[in-house]
């Protein structure tokens, strides 16, 4: 099965200018996952959407970060102004029915790497 | 606070050599506690996850409360194990339970 699709792949951008990231969960997933990994760090989470709700935002810097996933499926993530501190991947994930990410395996897309200037 | 820590950036063997990539964790409540595995140009994959108590590509782990650890193993290293470990855990059962990544240990294996 196609796995995650994210674009773009690459993103260089000066600060307080605006960026938006695109993800295309696999097919049937309804748990959709953006982290962000700094340089040298694990992947945090952002925010956490079971089809088109929002189900955990609590790290996402709301003065500046948005997130949507209309119609429950493709989700993007904006960041406006963006600050050099976000410079970072942003991995976006997908799970089966989010039931606890015990028994749902998430399945990470290959990232875009944020630079900002 | 929920936390993991991967005490070594770095962890450098030889082939044939074993593997301990540490791994400690905090957690008020009962953890599941996962590896996930980046190799080079590839994307981040579940590895391992203890609630089912597998073996991976020769790796186990051994969930220890007591000292809560997490440390995943290998009697001999390959030089195909070489990649980016990452222990995670998750805060529940509920529909919005998360994972929580450690910062990584990148395993270098040596010819």
């Known amino acids: 099965e196609a796995g995650v699709a994210q674009s773009p792949r690459y993103k260089i951008i000066e600060k307080r200018q605006s960026v938006a990231f695109w993800c295309n969960p696999i097919?049937?997933?309804?748990?959709l996952y953006w982290y962000q990994q700094i340089l040298g760090q694990g992947p945090k989470l952002l925010i956490q959407?079971?089809?088109?709700?929002?189900?955990?935002d609590s790290q996402l810097p709301k003065d500046r970060f948005s997130a949507e996933r209309l119609k429950g499926v493709d989700s993007t993530l904006k960041i406006q102004p963006a600050k050099l501190e976000d410079s970072a991947v942003y991995l976006c994930?997908?799970?089966?029915?989010?039931?606890?990410?015990?028994?749902?395996?998430?399945?990470f897309g290959p990232g875009t790497r944020l630079t900002v200037l | 606070a929920q936390r993991v820590t991967q005490p070594e950036k770095l962890l450098s063997v030889f082939k044939g050599a074993p593997v301990e990539l540490k791994c400690n964790y905090s957690?008020?409540?009962?953890?599941?506690l996962f590896w996930y595995v980046q190799y080079s140009r590839q994307r981040l994959q579940l590895l391992l996850r203890?609630?089912s108590r597998e073996s991976i590509k020769g790796f186990t782990a051994d969930l220890n409360k007591g000292e809560t650890s997490f440390h995943l193993k290998k009697p001999f290293a390959q030089e195909e194990d070489s990649a980016m470990y990452y222990c995670?855990?998750?805060?529940?059962?509920?529909?919005?339970?998360?994972?929580?990544f450690g910062s990584g240990t990148r395993l270098s294996i040596r010819p």
């Open positions: 994930a997908s799970s089966l029915d989010g039931q606890g990410a015990i028994y749902n395996e998430q399945f």
């Open positions: 097919s049937g997933h309804a748990t």
């Open positions: 959407f079971q089809n088109n709700g929002v189900v955990d």
């Open positions: 957690y008020s409540g009962s953890p599941e």
């Open positions: 203890h609630i």
């Open positions: 995670a855990l998750s805060s529940g059962y509920s529909s919005a339970s998360k994972i929580i």
